[in-house]
Antibody, heavy 122, light 107 residues
């Protein structure tokens, strides 16, 4: 079974940094395109970014709201996805989910982790 | 960015009912439309991709249709576990965007 387990969330002050991890198992992580999606308290879902597999260039794209502050990366030797978050703002407070992308053609998020809460507050 | 709008924002129904949720894109997205269910306090779960393809393990009472800008999610014979919030998402172009959600409540 596909398993995605996020970690690294917590309380951080505005302007601070945090790195989230997503440990993957039960599928070929090396071939998978991966994504981060967040959900602010009581709000809807917001795409944060995605990273292609190494076979497709391992390049990443991110939402305008986080571009230049957040970096998505992966370590295929550890089957782990990362989200490095810098210059955090109170608006970044959310549950952060990692998800698998079905394929390059079908861009749905077909498996999700349980999420990790990031709280940005003075 | 492509705006996704869902109708209605909330909906009341009973076990056994059939409900339809609509999602409209601000521009044509072909069939790059996906549906998710999120039960309270849980992670979202993928239901339908490419407008009408059922994810593995999803009950057949869920179905999707549409293309271009207008899409629907139909849930037949509602079960107690179906009362949740549903989101559509376009996967046609970046940034991927979600609808605001439709909360399905028990009448």
């Amino acid at each position: 079974d596909v398993q995605l387990v996020e970690s690294g969330g917590g309380l951080v002050e505005p302007g601070g940094s945090l790195r989230l991890s997503c440990a993957a198992s039960g599928f070929s992580f090396t071939h998978a395109w991966m994504a981060w999606v967040r959900q602010a308290p009581g709000r809807g879902l917001e795409w944060v970014g995605r990273i292609r597999s190494i076979f497709d260039g391992e390049t990443a794209d991110s939402a305008a709201a986080v571009h230049g502050r957040f970096t998505i990366s992966r370590d295929d030797s550890k089957d782990t996805l990362y989200l490095q978050m810098n210059s955090l703002k109170t608006d970044d407070t959310a549950v952060y989910y990692c998800a698998t992308i079905h394929s390059a053609k079908y861009t749905d998020f077909d498996h999700w982790g349980q999420g990790t809460l990031v709280t940005v507050s003075p | 960015d492509i705006q996704m709008t869902q109708y209605p924002s909330s909906l009341s129904a009973s076990v056994g009912d059939r409900v339809i949720i609509t999602c409209r894109a601000s521009q044509s997205i072909g069939t790059s439309l996906n549906w998710y269910q999120q039960n309270s306090g849980k992670a979202p779960k993928s239901l339908i991709y490419a407008a009408s393809s059922l994810e593995s393990g999803v009950p057949s009472r869920f179905s999707g249709s549409g293309s271009g800008t207008d899409f629907t999610l139909t849930i037949s014979n509602l079960q107690p576990e179906d009362f949740a919030t549903f989101y559509c998402q376009q996967g046609d172009s970046l940034p991927f965007t979600f609808g605001q959600g439709t909360k399905l409540e028990m009448k």
